[in-house]
């Protein structure tokens, strides 16, 4: 029916069905495609590193189901006179099974385990696809009128069980794909900023608005893939928040069709004192109210100069003082971010084949320097990664101010390359966990966010909770417990964690993973962090809502929904 | 109690190798623990420097002086800390390697136990928490870790032994850091102290020892727990500065204790001697006796974070700063309490009895004398029924029972002696005649120490006991009646015995299952009943408990229940002095203490009320006035 990304995507694994990790005939480790800088690039120390880590053996294999097996997918439960209305309507609609299956899920383990393993669970009855944001009125007042469970879908990155389709809805489940909402309606040059069409993926709203000289600055780490309908959706967070702000201050305009109505805002005043904020009903409402169609948001012009940069800290103590102090001067740069001892060495397990002796030489002579003259221990060291923009010499003079401060934390400047490569990984990540599923390993990542004061005893409580919790769970070697501090706030920081482990041995390694992150999340919520600071909260987290927002706070947002959508055609059973 | 393993524990003697090798090589060998959780340890003044830092005390500053001088906080800081260093550990090592030797037969030390506790030190910050029956405690156990490479432990001691001139440096030097006694309300001082004791407990470089029951016990009965330290560990857990503690109970036990007399001599209302290094010196003669063998079993460590799954709900701080002084919430208190009594119970599993502990039992239920024969064939008898209950009894099994029983019996001979085939106690010697008075208090002190011992082993009969008695109140034999009677028993003697607050339930089942292992009684589901064979095994244990009963009275109709003082006893009734329960004078302070008793427990256990009115006296004149003003008083490490 349409131009999908779906083609050129894998249907059981993460991102693009050309790039993928794999160890090769010589056990090296490899990244396949074109698409990133890794790609093509043999990686020497991958292979030693993950059968460190996690005591797993490459001639273990659990590979994947290769093909979707069609006739596993249960048939479409249909609406015919729905269907009919549509298609009177011009509205592309499929009941293709590989098109519903492919909009079944998210990226949460228990999705992506399922799906190697060629299980099929619910999947949406039919795909539409509206092409602008009178379609959706269309769509939305046809499923009003037939009772159709309506499930808006962007990018389909979604780690929360969000796109899950209930197993208890009977209705027929229609899931709304916005891709092809996804152009740029306008730009406002006098005002900074753009009207877009809420399905746009991230990368292609970068690449345009670039063409343009300008830039949203909004880059979450799925943005290859991700929407700015999921976007706001979800109250997303970019990397660079910085400078330009996450989503909430992003945005200037939405538009949103619900089953009572459109909901948008009269002019485009930068701020409104006009009682609570509507906006903030539809931010992180996660598809529960209704399909944002429209988005206005502002754009800076592109950045003169951009600069990587990192710092090795003798630990991680330390490096999150640093953190702390750079948030107290405000003066962060685009992104700073501190990985742990564990994940440092997850990324030199990443480091390519050098190509040349006098670069070997030179890296060799670094860990000297840092180990051996400056006393770190290899086993405590941590590194921040940094990145800078703006004017050539502001940039310059910022990165002074951060490493002078880095200094007083014991921190050495420790090169632009180690930090580009810090940022490289974190669009590879996903990739290396279908790697890790061919060999026995799963895993996931979560995070929080924190006040300062607490942000080291909740990352060691966190980690250890994981190690013991696995090891009371029979899981035979020590779990991939690591974190890392990826935003910072006037008031506290971000945390992101990476937990996989080797799960050979195990009946049921999905269940234990399952309880494990739940105590991992308990775990959080007893130190004193939150829910989720971007991820969402949608199914998996939704028995924690209560205790997060009190029950006072839960009423409000039910009273809402039960006046915007009393029939529950957006019945993806969300947040609430 | 899952934590306690019922496997029998190997004990090795450490003085062994004392004897046969060299105090100077042992105390300059090669000392170096792995430092606790892999943190290197600060140095003293890093340490203290971290704690006047920190925000908590800040705050306290500002709140209580009204500005943000540290300068007092600095001082009671610089009188507080240890300063510990490896030399003076060294030189105490050598200096207690003489005088252990000298002391005692044998240290006896469960290795399975040090090596648990080794593997503690390494994942958590670990609390070690022994029970307190002599000056030489805390000695020991440090001497213990430094002969098995272990940290040596940051010790909380009471500030009457910083006062002996040398010996308090010698000590503050080895690990110990000093409490003032009467803080009361000082807000500073507290401040100063937790913080102290939380910033050691978060580094984690060494074990934090204290004695959770507070002071000395001199009745060798365990005491009930003080919280006040207690809260000041649990904390960093609490708050989530730690993953976790490991709670290590550790139970020290004295075939004789060094200062068994001057206990008696306490408990009789002579004064404590203020600990002075003079004093000290005096009291050198103790070194010329025979103390037997002690014990000093090192129990499992009780993960803090497994206690409080479910009983606590950690984020209370979440909405707070977590240095913001403030008291600490209803739940933590209930739940540091239930800790605390939890260890004293591990305590008291742990500990291994001497022979002499159950014969001292049985001597006093015949004061005025009695044949070793039969009192002999008693201990074995009751021998038997410990080993039922779970006891933990150090009795050689390589020699003849008899054997056993008399060498035991010869350590006390300052308490009892054996003349003629019959069995007596010491009285103390002085000019004749005397009158009626001075004769109870010369035979007091033996029966105190004999009590002292009884006391020791007493935690292994108490809930079989109480089940026992309840038995014998209650008409029929429904379990539900007698666990109701249980119950009062518990809050009646809720200050008397240590129980853990809110398990009732287990404390019956645990009397229920202890008399079914007698064989004295059979249970069926509702029903509890005597066996006829094993009558005497009931009838022995609600004996145990008649003295302690005895000593609550009942005045009025208002049901209050009053304390009889010690004096009481002795002055009024030396017939019934029969046993002396010398714990009361610990609550005869100004002022009276009643023990915590609901009201309706009068309708509830009419029995038990009207059984104890054996005084002749009218309720008015048994004021509550101790013999020499307040007993808690101190003693050393608290």
Not at chain 1, 338 to 353: C, R, S, T, V, Y
């Given at each position: 029916?349409?131009?999908?990304v779906?083609?050129?995507?894998?249907?059981?694994?993460w991102?693009?069905?050309?790039s993928r990790?794999?160890?090769?005939?010589?056990?090296?480790?490899?990244?396949?495609?074109?698409?990133?800088?890794?790609s093509?690039?043999?990686?020497?120390?991958?292979?030693?590193?993950?059968?460190?880590t996690?005591?797993?053996?490459?001639?273990?294999?659990?590979?994947?189901?290769?093909?979707?097996?069609?006739?596993?997918?249960?048939?479409?439960?249909?609406?015919?006179?729905?269907?009919e209305e549509?298609?009177?309507?011009?509205?592309?609609?499929?009941?293709?099974?590989?098109?519903?299956?492919?909009?079944?899920?998210?990226?949460?383990?228990?999705e992506?385990?399922?799906?190697?393993?060629?299980?099929?669970?619910?999947?949406?009855?039919?795909?539409?696809?509206?092409?602008?944001h009178?379609?959706?009125?269309?769509?939305?007042?046809?499923?009003c009128?037939?009772?159709?469970?309506?499930?808006?879908?962007?990018?389909?990155?979604?780690?929360?069980?969000?796109?899950?389709?209930?197993?208890?809805?009977?209705?027929?489940?229609?899931?709304?794909?916005?891709?092809?909402?996804?152009?740029i309606l306008w730009?406002?040059?006098?005002n900074?900023?753009?009207?877009?069409?809420?399905?746009?993926i991230?990368?292609?709203?970068?690449?345009?608005?670039n063409?343009?000289?300008?830039?949203?600055?909004?880059?979450?780490?799925?943005?290859?893939?991700?929407?700015?309908?999921?976007?706001?959706?979800?109250r997303?967070?970019?990397?660079?928040?910085?400078?330009?702000?996450?989503?909430?201050?992003?945005?200037?305009?939405?538009k949103?069709v619900?089953?009572?109505?459109?909901?948008?805002?009269?002019?485009?005043?930068?701020?409104?004192?006009?009682g609570?904020?509507?906006?903030?009903?539809?931010?992180?409402?996660?598809?529960?109210?209704?399909?944002?169609?429209?988005v206005?948001?502002?754009?800076?012009?592109?950045?003169?100069?951009?600069?990587?940069?990192?710092?090795?800290?003798?630990?991680?103590?330390?490096?999150?003082?640093?953190?702390?102090?750079?948030?107290?001067?405000?003066?962060?740069?685009a992104?700073?971010?501190?990985?742990?001892?564990?994940?440092?060495?997850?990324?030199?397990?990443?480091?390519?084949?050098?190509?040349?002796?006098?670069?070997s030489?030179?890296?060799?002579?670094k860990?000297?320097?840092?180990?051996?003259?400056?006393?770190?221990?290899?086993?405590?060291?941590?590194?921040a990664?940094?990145?800078?923009?703006?004017?050539?010499?502001?940039?310059?003079?910022h990165?002074?101010?951060?490493?002078?401060?880095?200094?007083?934390?014991?921190?050495?400047?420790?090169?632009e390359?180690?930090?580009?490569?810090?940022?490289?990984?974190?669009?590879?990540?996903?990739?290396?966990?279908?790697?890790?599923?061919?060999?026995?390993?799963?895993?996931?990542?979560?995070e929080t966010?924190v006040?300062?004061?607490?942000?080291?005893?909740?990352?060691?409580?966190v980690?250890?909770?994981?190690?013991?919790?696995?090891?009371?769970?029979?899981?035979?070697?020590?779990?991939f417990s690591?974190?890392?501090?990826?935003?910072?706030?006037?008031?506290?920081?971000?945390?992101?964690?990476?937990?996989?482990?080797?799960?050979?041995?195990?009946?049921?390694?999905l269940?234990?993973?399952?309880?494990?992150?739940h105590?991992?999340?308990?775990?959080?919520?007893?130190?004193?962090?939150?829910?989720?600071?971007?991820?969402?909260?949608?199914?998996?987290?939704?028995?924690?809502m209560?205790?997060a927002?009190?029950?006072?706070?839960?009423?409000?947002?039910?009273?809402?929904?039960?006046?915007?959508?009393?029939?529950?055609?957006f019945?993806?059973?969300?947040?609430? | 109690?899952?934590?306690?393993?019922?496997?029998k524990?190997?004990?090795?003697?450490?003085?062994e190798?004392?004897?046969?090798?060299?105090?100077?090589?042992?105390?300059?060998?090669?000392?170096?623990?792995?430092?606790?959780?892999?943190?290197?340890?600060?140095?003293?003044?890093?340490?203290?420097?971290?704690?006047?830092?920190?925000?908590?005390?800040?705050?306290?500053?500002?709140?209580v002086?009204g500005?943000?001088?540290?300068?007092?906080?600095?001082a009671?800081?610089d009188?507080?800390?240890?300063?510990?260093?490896?030399?003076?550990?060294?030189?105490?090592?050598?200096?207690?390697?003489?005088i252990?030797?000298?002391?005692?037969?044998?240290?006896?030390?469960?290795?399975?136990?040090?090596?648990?506790?080794q593997?503690?030190?390494?994942?958590?910050?670990?609390?070690?928490?022994?029970?307190?029956?002599s000056y030489?405690?805390?000695?020991?156990?440090?001497?213990?870790?430094?002969?098995?490479?272990l940290?040596?432990?940051?010790?909380?001691?009471?500030?009457?032994?910083?006062?002996?001139?040398?010996?308090?440096?010698?000590?503050?030097?080895?690990?110990?850091?000093?409490?003032?006694?009467?803080?009361?309300?000082?807000?500073?001082?507290?401040?100063?102290?937790?913080?102290y004791?939380?910033?050691?407990?978060r580094?984690?470089?060494?074990?934090v020892?204290?004695?959770?029951?507070?002071?000395?016990?001199?009745?060798?009965?365990s005491?009930?727990?003080?919280?006040?330290?207690?809260?000041?560990?649990?904390?960093?857990?609490?708050?989530?500065?730690?993953?976790?503690?490991?709670?290590?109970?550790?139970s020290?036990?004295?075939?004789?204790?060094?200062?068994?007399?001057?206990?008696?001599?306490?408990?009789?209302?002579?004064?404590?001697?203020?600990?002075?290094?003079?004093?000290?010196?005096?009291a050198?003669?103790?070194?010329e006796?025979?103390?037997?063998?002690?014990?000093?079993?090192?129990?499992?460590?009780?993960?803090?974070?497994?206690?409080?799954?479910?009983?606590?709900?950690?984020?209370?701080?979440?909405?707070?700063?977590?240095?913001?002084?403030?008291?600490?919430?209803?739940?933590s208190?209930?739940?540091?309490?239930?800790?605390?009594?939890?260890?004293?119970?591990l305590q008291?599993?742990?500990?291994?009895?001497?022979?002499?502990?159950?014969t001292?039992?049985?001597?006093l239920?015949?004061?005025?004398?009695?044949?070793?024969?039969?009192?002999?064939?008693?201990?074995?008898?009751?021998?038997?029924?410990?080993?039922?209950?779970?006891?933990?009894?150090?009795?050689p099994?390589d020699?003849?029972?008899?054997?056993?029983?008399?060498?035991?019996?010869?350590?006390?001979?300052?308490?009892?002696?054996?003349?003629?085939?019959?069995?007596?106690?010491?009285?103390?010697?002085?000019p004749?005649?005397v009158?009626?008075?001075e004769?109870?208090?010369?035979?007091?002190?033996a029966?105190?120490?004999?009590?002292s011992?009884?006391n020791?082993?007493?935690?292994?009969?108490?809930?079989?006991?109480?089940?026992?008695?309840?038995?014998?109140t209650?008409?029929?034999?429904?379990?539900?009646?007698?666990?109701?009677?249980?119950?009062?028993?518990?809050?009646?003697?809720?200050?008397?015995?240590?129980?853990?607050?809110?398990?009732?339930?287990?404390?019956?089942?645990?009397?229920?299952s202890?008399?079914?292992q007698?064989?004295?009684?059979?249970?069926?589901?509702?029903?509890?009943?005597?066996?006829?064979?094993?009558?005497?095994?009931?009838?022995?244990?609600?004996?145990?408990?008649?003295p302690?009963?005895?000593?609550?009275?009942?005045?009025g109709?208002?049901c209050?229940?009053?304390?009889?003082?010690?004096?009481?006893?002795?002055?009024f009734?030396?017939?019934?002095f029969?046993?002396?329960?010398?714990?009361?004078?610990r609550?005869?302070?100004?002022?009276g203490?009643?023990?915590?008793?609901p009201?309706c427990?009068?309708?509830q256990?009419?029995n038990?009320?009207?059984?104890?009115?054996?005084c002749?006296?009218?309720?008015g004149?048994c004021?509550?006035?101790?013999?020499?003003?307040?007993?808690?008083?101190?003693?050393?490490?608290?």
């Open positions: 029916v349409c131009v999908c779906q083609d050129i995507m894998k249907w059981n694994g991102g693009y069905s050309d990790f794999l160890f090769n005939k010589k056990g090296q480790g490899e990244f396949t495609g074109k698409r990133y800088r890794l093509g690039m043999i990686l020497p120390s991958l292979k030693d590193w993950f059968e460190a996690f005591g797993t053996s490459l001639q273990h294999k659990t590979p994947a189901t290769p093909t979707l097996n069609v006739s596993a997918v249960p048939p479409p439960n249909l609406v015919e006179p729905f269907v549509l298609k009177v309507a011009g509205v592309a609609a499929s009941h293709d099974p590989e098109g519903r299956v492919f909009r079944s899920h998210g990226h949460c383990l228990h992506i385990f399922a799906l190697r393993e060629g299980r099929i669970g619910r999947v949406p009855d039919l795909v539409v696809w509206p092409n602008c009178n379609d959706v009125v269309k769509i939305v007042e046809l499923a009128k037939y009772n159709v469970c309506l499930m808006p879908y962007g990018g389909g990155t979604s780690v929360s069980s969000a796109l899950e389709c209930p197993l208890e809805e009977t209705r027929s489940v229609v899931s709304l794909d916005t891709s092809q909402m996804n152009r730009i406002d040059e006098k900074l900023t753009v009207h877009v069409e809420a399905g746009i991230g990368q292609d709203l970068e690449r345009q608005l063409e343009s000289g300008y830039c949203t600055g909004h880059e979450p780490d799925s943005m290859e893939f991700s929407s700015l309908g999921g976007w706001v959706a979800t997303a967070s970019g990397m660079k928040k910085n400078i330009y702000g996450n989503i909430e201050d992003l945005v200037v305009h939405i949103m619900t089953p009572r109505g459109v909901i948008e805002k009269s002019c485009q005043g930068p701020r409104m004192s006009t609570p904020d509507i906006h903030h009903f539809i931010m992180g409402s996660e598809g529960t109210l209704g399909v944002v169609t429209e206005t948001m502002k754009i800076r012009p592109l950045p003169e100069y951009q600069k990587y940069g990192s710092i090795v800290f003798p630990n991680f103590q330390q490096g999150v003082s640093c953190l702390r102090e750079v948030a107290r001067q405000r003066c962060a740069p992104s700073i971010r501190l990985m742990d001892n564990e994940q440092f060495q997850f990324g030199h397990a990443l480091k390519p084949q050098v190509s040349s002796i006098f670069t030489f030179l890296d060799g002579l860990k000297f320097y840092i180990t051996k003259f400056k006393g770190f221990e290899p086993h405590h060291l941590c590194v990664t940094l990145l800078f923009e703006g004017d050539r010499e502001k940039v310059l003079q990165e002074k101010q951060v490493y002078d401060i880095a200094a007083k934390f014991g921190g050495l400047a420790a090169g390359d180690n930090g580009q490569r810090g940022y490289m990984l974190t669009f590879v990540i996903a990739y290396l966990r279908d790697l890790g599923m061919d060999y026995y390993v799963i895993g996931e990542s979560f966010s006040p300062w004061d607490r942000v080291l005893d909740l990352c060691r409580n980690k250890e909770r994981i190690v013991r919790e696995c090891k009371e769970r029979g899981v035979q070697f020590p779990p690591t974190c890392r501090v990826t935003q910072t706030y006037d008031a506290g920081a971000c945390v992101y964690f990476y937990f996989a482990f080797n799960y050979r041995g195990l009946a049921d390694p269940h234990v993973y399952e309880r494990v992150e105590e991992a999340r308990e775990e959080i919520l007893a130190n004193g962090g939150s829910l989720s600071h971007h991820h969402g909260v949608g199914k998996l987290r939704k028995e924690w209560r205790e927002v009190s029950t006072v706070g839960l009423g409000m947002l039910q009273s809402v929904k039960e006046y915007v959508d009393p029939n529950n055609i019945g993806n059973r969300n947040l609430l | 109690m899952q934590e306690f393993s019922m496997t524990p190997s004990f090795v003697d450490i003085l190798e004392r004897r046969r090798g060299s105090d100077i090589s042992h105390a300059l060998r090669a000392f170096s623990p792995p430092p606790g959780c892999g943190a290197p340890p600060p140095s003293p003044s890093a340490l203290n420097k971290m704690v006047l830092e920190s925000q908590h005390l800040r705050y306290v500053v500002l709140e002086r500005h943000s001088e540290g300068g007092e906080a600095a009671l800081l009188e507080m800390s240890q300063n510990l260093q490896v030399t003076f550990i060294r030189l105490l090592g050598f200096a207690l390697s003489k252990f030797t000298r002391l005692f037969r044998r240290i006896q030390v469960n290795e399975d136990g040090l090596a648990r506790l593997q503690a030190t390494q994942e958590h910050p670990v609390i070690l928490m022994p029970n307190h029956r030489v405690d805390f000695l020991v156990l440090s001497y213990i870790m430094f002969t098995y490479d940290s040596i432990p940051v010790i909380a001691a009471g500030i009457p032994l910083m006062g002996m001139s040398l010996i308090g440096e010698i000590f503050r030097r080895s690990g110990a850091f000093f409490i003032r006694r009467a803080i009361g309300s000082d807000k500073l001082y507290w401040a100063v102290l937790s913080e004791v939380r910033t050691i407990v580094t984690g470089f060494a074990p020892e204290f004695y959770v029951e507070g002071l000395r016990s001199r009745t060798l009965k005491l009930t727990p003080k919280m006040g330290m207690m809260h000041m560990v649990l904390e960093p857990f609490l708050k989530g500065e730690v993953y976790d503690l490991s709670l290590v109970p550790v020290i036990s004295y075939d004789r204790v060094l200062e068994e007399s001057l206990l008696a001599h306490e408990l009789l209302g002579v004064p404590k001697p203020r600990e002075t290094t003079r004093g000290l010196l005096k050198r003669r103790v070194l006796q025979d103390y037997g063998s002690m014990h000093v079993y090192f129990g499992n460590p009780v993960s803090v974070r497994e206690l409080a799954k479910g009983r606590i709900g950690r984020g209370q701080y979440n909405l707070v700063p977590r240095d913001l002084p403030g008291r600490p919430s209803e739940e208190q209930a739940f540091a309490s239930a800790a605390a009594h939890r260890v004293v119970r008291e599993r742990g500990t291994v009895l001497s022979p002499w502990s159950l001292a039992l049985l001597v239920q015949r004061p005025d004398g009695t044949r070793w024969d039969l009192l002999a064939r008693d201990t074995l008898w009751l021998r038997g029924i410990a080993l039922q209950l779970g006891a933990r009894l150090d009795w099994a020699l003849p029972d008899l054997e056993v029983m008399s060498s035991s019996m010869a350590l006390h001979r300052s308490v009892v002696r054996c003349e003629e085939g019959c069995v007596w106690l010491v009285e103390e010697a002085g004749e005649p009158t009626q008075e004769g109870v208090f010369r035979r007091a002190s029966v105190l120490m004999c009590a011992y009884r020791q082993a007493l935690h292994v009969f108490t809930r079989p006991a109480m089940v026992a008695v309840a038995m014998g209650v008409p029929g034999h429904s379990q539900e009646d007698i666990y109701r009677h249980f119950c009062f028993l518990r809050d009646l003697f809720a200050n008397e015995f240590v129980f853990v607050p809110g398990c009732g339930p287990q404390d019956f089942e645990e009397g229920c202890g008399l079914q007698c064989g004295a009684v059979s249970a069926t589901d509702h029903e509890l009943k005597p066996t006829e064979e094993e009558r005497d095994t009931i009838v022995f244990l609600s004996a145990i408990l008649e302690f009963i005895e000593t609550y009275q009942v005045t109709d208002n209050t229940l009053l304390y009889f003082s010690l004096r009481n006893c002795l002055s009734f030396p017939s019934h029969r046993e002396i329960f010398p714990n009361s004078t609550y005869t302070l100004p002022g203490y009643l023990p915590p008793t009201t427990c009068k309708l256990c009419p038990i009320y009207f059984r104890q009115s054996h002749r006296i009218h309720p004149s004021s509550p006035t101790p013999l020499c003003g307040p007993q808690v008083a101190t003693s050393s490490p608290i």
